[in-house]
């Protein structure tokens, strides 16, 4: 009997090795992107014929030497009727209630994984949840990077293969919105309002990853200065403190730390969430990507100058869309009262708007709403809510004013500073418009007073010198009143003076 009984189980693995498989983000209730193939791929045995099918559009594939294999099917156009989509193999596989519309990936640290249950008006939020247009799925880190020693099921799991859970796709509900993105669940429902089509938004954003954990590994041997980030990564300066401790305590018993070499692998490593998230989801098609992401690496902008283009680049490569909509959160303010080190966040800040000008990205401002003392402020509905603005002027070329009032140009008359701040939906401030600041040296800056007149500010300077430059906003947790009508805010800058015209 025993022998029989083994016989059946080696004889069920077997038949289970060579069964039809389906990729991790793909399930029933999912949103496929439309206008786009409808991308399906899995696993089988080597050489096994493969059909996919949804209604009469049919397409048969082989899998390779490896059992992968990879379907595309036909694009469709938005709909609100779902679909059945049938893959057949030695098994049969059937994803129901498919709807195809528009979908989104949201990625970045923990202000992007911050959980819509934990966020001001979740009661609100959730009790409005149930909505069968919005789909949601999630990726969870696994081990996640607490302080604490890893065990050898943690170690184990940290594989880029094994590190995230996933929930699989779900109908939007109290069960389902209540630990994903709050950011990324406002947006979805913001789009909703505006977009004909269901929306489906794949979350899988990690706590404290900085920057280069997202960027590819080819990306940073692009430029001298980050490949050291793979070669000396635990000595480098240009990482943040806690981005060294945290792992150093999860890896504390495991050869080679002491070293100051990475023995294993950890989220928050050079290229690691490329290959444990990006790698797994790039071949589901996507509208966009919105991106919040930042504060584990506030010490050092200039390096973030540097890799959020290569990351941009890296995300479009991915997804094998060159002009793929790239959307991300400016940091908001962030006080230092409690020790915090936030003093270079307005250099940071500066760094992300100047990445408006790679094509098609935008920018959600919201530098109104942090927290002197949390460096994860709990409202999430108004940036989430700036971000599907954003989306409609970038991705849906809608006319839409998604950025609040930016300096379009300067210019000096005696001791008065005109900020010319162009067609913007009204100008107004809660008070005196500031903080501003200039400075005639370019190093040294001192407050000034301004007044808005239609679509200028004034700067009303205490003589007629020359001004360098000027500021707006400019602190780690600024006190900023410039608003458009809609109340969308001016966004924090530091920017060169025109000189003074030369009088012939």
């Known amino acids: 009997m025993r022998l029989l009984a083994s016989l059946a189980a080696i004889t069920a693995a077997s038949l289970a090795l060579g069964d039809v498989t389906l990729a991790k983000a793909l399930s029933s209730n999912m949103v496929v992107q439309q206008g786009r193939p409808v991308v399906l791929w899995g696993t089988a045995d080597p050489g096994e014929v493969v059909k996919v099918s949804i209604q009469d559009d049919i397409v048969t594939v082989t899998t390779d030497a490896a059992g992968n294999w990879k379907a595309e099917l036909s694009p469709r156009e938005a709909s609100f009727d779902p679909v059945i989509i049938d893959i057949e193999g030695k098994n049969q596989l059937v994803l129901r209630d498919v709807l195809v519309g528009e979908v989104w990936a949201a990625t970045g640290q923990s202000n992007m994984q911050f959980a819509l249950k934990s966020s001001t008006f979740a009661d609100e939020a959730l009790a409005a949840s149930d909505r069968d247009d919005i789909r949601l799925l999630l990726l969870t880190a696994n081990p996640h990077s607490v302080r604490r020693e890893f065990s050898q099921a943690d170690i184990a799991k940290s594989t880029p293969d094994k590190y995230m859970d996933w929930s699989g796709w779900h109908k939007s509900n109290p069960d389902s919105a209540a630990p994903f993105s709050a950011v990324a669940w406002r947006f979805a429902e913001a789009l909703s309002r505006e977009i004909d089509a269901p929306i489906g938004v794949i979350s899988f954003a990690v706590g404290g990853t900085p920057i280069e954990a997202w960027v590819e590994e080819s990306q940073l041997m692009k430029h001298a200065r980050s490949p050291l980030l793979l070669t000396d990564w635990w000595n480098s300066s240009d990482v943040l403190d806690f981005c060294h401790e945290r792992p150093a305590t999860n890896l504390a018993k495991w050869s080679g730390i002491a070293e100051k070499r990475l023995p294993v692998p950890h989220a928050y490593f050079p290229g690691f969430m490329h290959k444990a998230a990006t790698e797994h989801v790039k071949n589901f098609p996507i509208a966009g990507m919105l991106w919040y992401q930042g504060e584990s690496n506030s010490n050092s902008p200039s390096l973030y100058e540097l890799l959020f283009p290569q990351l941009i680049a890296g995300f479009r490569d991915a997804w094998n869309q060159p ?37 098609n990205t935008g920018m959600a401002c919201t530098i109104d709403l942090g927290s002197p003392i949390d460096v994860h402020p709990k409202l999430k509905k108004p940036v989430g809510e700036r971000l599907a603005l954003a989306a409609l002027g970038v991705a849906y070329d809608r006319d839409v004013e998604w950025r609040g009032p ?79 009508w809609d109340g969308l805010p001016m966004e924090p800058f530091r920017i060169k003076v025109a000189p003074p015209a030369i009088k012939s």
């Open 406 to 484: 930016t300096i379009q140009g300067t210019s000096q008359n005696g001791k008065t500073l005109f900020l010319d701040v162009g067609p913007v939906i009204g100008l107004g401030s809660t008070g005196q418009p500031g903080p501003f600041e200039v400075s005639l040296d370019g190093k040294t800056f001192s407050r000034v007073a301004g007044t808005a007149s239609g679509e200028t500010i004034l700067l009303h300077l205490s003589s007629s010198s020359p001004v360098k430059m000027v500021r707006y906003a400019w602190q780690p947790y600024p006190q900023g009143n410039v608003f458009n």
């Open 323 to 359: 002009e793929m909509p790239f959307l991300f959160v400016q940091l908001p303010g962030m006080g230092t009262e409690r020790g915090y080190n936030s003093w270079l966040w307005p250099e940071l800040r500066q760094v992300m708007a100047n990445a408006l000008s790679i094509p």
